[in-house]
């Protein structure tokens, strides 16, 4: 399995990026992340897969598996009470061809790309909303432009 040290570099690919190219490049994603965030995800698993299943795809009334990038499945944090018992995994998907197909429509790197969608979808596991995130994206981005 590759080992890609610069997540701000996308590597060479001959042909595409496979699933354990993508499971390495969340891995060194995950690794930046602050330790006081990354302790909290220890036990949620992320696995890579190339489209969300049949049962996602119906759930969330998508009209294409390229209509999303990842998807956290759990209990979020603030949803769970002092006696919460786990009756499964919580887990991170991320989509390998959509991811792909955005990152050839987009200027992006791919480490970039998988990084954000990795920590889009730490948020929802910290029971941050999609609204939630993307005023803190917005804000961070306002930041960057002032500095």
């Known amino acids: 399995m590759p080992v890609f040290t610069n997540p701000r570099r996308t590597p060479s690919f001959g042909v595409a990026p496979t699933l354990e190219d993508i499971e390495a490049i969340a891995a060194e994603a995950l690794a930046t992340i602050p330790e006081e965030f990354r302790r909290h995800v220890g036990n949620v698993r992320i696995?890579?897969?190339d489209f969300p299943s049949d049962e996602v795809e119906k759930a969330m009334e998508l009209e294409s598996?390229?209509?999303v990038l990842g998807l956290y499945q759990g209990v979020s944090m603030v949803e769970r009470g002092?006696?919460?018992v786990?009756?499964?995994i919580d887990r991170i998907f991320?989509?390998?061809r959509p991811i792909l197909d955005y990152w050839c429509e987009s200027d992006e790197d791919l480490p970039h790309i998988v990084r954000h969608?990795?920590?889009h979808e730490i948020g929802h596991h910290f029971?941050?909303?999609?609204?939630?995130m993307e005023a803190i994206e917005a804000k961070a981005e306002e930041d960057?432009?002032?500095a």
């Open 47 to 49: 696995q890579v897969d």
């Open 65 to 67: 598996p390229f209509d």
């Open 82 to 84: 002092a006696g919460h």
């Open 86 to 88: 786990a009756n499964d």
């Open 94 to 96: 991320l989509y390998r």
């Open 117 to 119: 969608v990795l920590i």
């Open 127 to 132: 029971g941050l909303s999609d609204d939630d």
């Open 144 to 146: 960057s432009r002032r």
